[in-house]
């Protein structure tokens, strides 16, 4: 269903395990910023109705998941750190073309947000099904179903805007761009990305 080109290594689960506060701090911050993508999508094209009605929604529900994130940092006693880059979303970013097409600039948009959401789901269900923390299972299973439906939504946003072949073809070229972007990144034991 995500069609991600690279899959993630599964023994990224034993790095992520000896570096438990790092990861939840980056995750807590990678969930704010959705938030704020979902609130600059409203602020951008608030002649879009349905996407101000699914991006409203999906605020509220990334803003959710910050507040458990949080919950997971204070439960074990650590705080929300400094916030740090996150060179995955910044170099697919850059694939958002500009100009002014602006129907083809939102779905480039839409299609990079779902494709940051596919990563999550990818890495969380990682998580889920090797973490030895039940606590943490239970709770990126949950994050995994949650980012899969963000996934469906930001390609069906993109179709109710652009025609479904056009936007299946860019998809695709994302994935590729996506998959060399995973490959060529540097792997840090303290991101989710």
């Known amino acids: ?16 395990e000896m570096n438990i506060e790092d990861i939840l701090v980056d995750h807590a911050y990678c969930e704010q910023k959705a938030a704020t993508s979902g609130i600059s999508l409203i602020v951008k094209y608030p002649d879009k109705t349905k996407l101000v009605e699914e991006m409203t929604a999906l605020v509220a529900e990334e803003w959710g998941h910050f507040e458990r994130v949080m919950d997971e940092l ?4 650590f705080g929300l750190g400094r916030n740090r ?14 100009g002014n097409l602006r129907e ?16 999550s789901c990818e890495r969380f269900k990682l998580l889920w099904q ?19 439906a963000h996934y469906v939504s930001f390609v069906k946003l993109a179709k109710e805007y652009m025609p479904k072949e056009v936007v299946d073809a860019r998809l695709k070229e994302l994935l590729e761009i996506e998959a060399d972007i995973i490959a060529n990144l540097e ?7």
């Open 130 to 148: 090797n973490l030895q923390d039940e606590g943490l299972k239970k709770f990126y299973y949950e994050l995994m179903v949650s980012e899969a």
């Open 187 to 193: 792997h840090r034991p303290d991101r989710v990305h």
């Open 85 to 98: 880059p996150d060179e995955y979303v910044v170099k697919l970013s850059q694939h958002i073309r500009k």
């Open 1 to 16: 269903m995500l069609k991600l080109q690279l899959p993630t290594d599964p023994r990224w689960v034993n790095i992520v």
């Open 104 to 119: 083809r600039q939102l779905m480039d948009h839409l299609l990079v947000n779902a494709l940051i959401e596919a990563r």
């Open 74 to 77: 204070k439960k074990r006693g």
